[in-house]
């Protein structure tokens, strides 16, 4: 939905997109009342979530210019030009505030791990088991504060563990 961009003259969508860098990182977003002639109210919700999503993707991938031109193919050389300046001008700023953004999902930070592998050969209801078990001690730093959590998992866990955080690290990506 950025082709919605080619209604604003070139030097007004450089100040729109500006302004649409200073909502993504925490400041005033553009009003909709000053361009409330331009699009309708479903247009102008489309097109700050679409143009928010496109600076979001391209700091967080990592984008190239080609790239980023690439994914601005349906805007006019003009306006896509205007998308890119500010994009090259403000990339660093976006990425802080994404990496804000991530960091105030929790305050604690992962300080070290380690691991061991158990073979439970038997138990106190089964004489013969010869169950894999890990386990697994993260030191986690919250705060100030550095605290230890000790866990023990057996295959179907540590799957289920890995899967998460696989899925976890996707959506940061």
Not at 49 to 65: I, K, P, Q, T
Not at 123 to 138: A, E, G, M, Q
Request: proline fraction near 3%.
């Amino acid at each position: 939905m950025v082709v919605l961009l080619s209604r604003l003259p070139a030097t007004e969508c450089i100040k729109f997109c500006h302004r649409v860098v200073d909502g993504l990182c925490g400041r005033e977003p553009p009003r909709r009342s000053e361009h409330s002639t331009t699009w309708s109210p479903e247009e102008w919700l489309q097109l700050l979530d679409s143009l928010s999503a496109f600076y979001r993707r391209a700091v967080g991938s990592d984008s190239s210019e080609k790239e980023v031109l690439g994914g601005l193919a349906d805007v006019g050389s003009s306006h896509a030009e205007a998308v890119l300046s500010v994009l090259r001008a403000r990339r660093e700023e976006i990425h802080h505030a994404l990496l804000d953004r991530t960091n105030s999902i929790s305050s604690a930070t992962l300080q070290d791990f380690d691991w061991q592998l158990k073979l439970s050969l038997s138990s106190d209801k089964i004489s013969s088991l010869h169950t894999p078990l890990l386990s697994l001690s993260l030191d986690v730093r919250e705060d100030a504060a550095l605290r230890s959590v000790t866990m023990e998992m057996n295959r179907e866990e540590l799957n289920t563990l890995i899967s998460s955080l696989e899925a976890a690290n996707k959506v940061i990506l």
